[in-house]
């Protein structure tokens, strides 16, 4: 067990629809890092966020957005979801740029 | 651009050694980490480099060569629970992670 909860553990829903997903750090983690992994693909990076600041984006789509709240605590928002957007959604934190610790992923089908 | 290059995939026999290269090219370097992912399940992080040389942890080990942008992940007496794919990862000058595709490997009996 990493430390990192991520919720909920599996979310099916429909071509158009809107979802969040959510991820609690490790204690004392200030770090959060959103992650997308399609089937049999490498992970894609999304964005970072350093208490409660964005710090980095990836590959994030603009029909995806992430904050993190004044607990530490992620949101990522999928709207508009496609057949594509289907794939594993991990969540890691970490102390500053130390080793990430990720969370059980939320696996995300779109039909 | 920044790269990190790993094969594929890779085969090798219960009980014996294996060798997972990683080669990169990044904006900068502060570090070097290996992950184990299984598949369906949360990478976890199995080994840091900073400074050349050999990390050496149970039946895992990691070697570093900075001047060269290489690395590489080794698995003694390979078992079959060590089926999994293997990630390398550089923290770049703006402690980001460039991540590689990762290595798939498959261990026979």
């Known amino acids: 067990d990493s430390g990192v909860t991520q919720t909920p553990k599996h979310l099916i829903t429909a071509t158009g629809q809107r979802v969040t997903l959510r991820c609690s750090p490790r204690?004392?983690?200030?770090?959060v890092y959103w992650y997308q992994q399609s089937l049999d693909q490498g992970l894609q990076f999304l964005i970072q966020y350093y208490n409660g600041e964005e710090r980095a984006k990836g590959n994030i789509l603009e029909r995806f957005s992430a904050q993190q709240f004044p607990d530490l605590h992620s949101e990522l928002n999928l709207s508009s979801l496609e057949l594509g957007d289907s794939a594993l959604y991990f969540c890691a934190s970490s102390v500053r740029g130390n080793e990430q610790f990720f969370g059980p992923g939320t696996r995300l089908t779109v039909l | 651009g920044q790269n990190i290059d790993q094969p594929t995939e890779m085969t090798a026999t219960e009980g014996a050694i294996v060798q997972i290269n990683c080669t990169y090219q990044t904006s900068g370097f502060n570090g070097l980490f290996w992950y184990q992912q299984h598949a369906g399940e949360a990478p976890t992080f199995l080994s840091y480099?900073?400074l050349d040389g050999l990390e050496e942890k149970g039946r895992f080990s990691s070697f570093l060569s900075r001047s060269k942008g290489y690395s590489y992940l080794l698995l003694k007496e390979l078992q079959m629970k060590d089926s999994a794919s293997y990630l390398c990862a550089v923290r770049d000058s703006n402690y980001q992670l460039i991540w590689g595709a990762g290595t798939k490997l498959i261990i026979k009996p």
């Open positions: 204690s004392g983690d200030l770090s």
């Open positions: 480099n900073v």
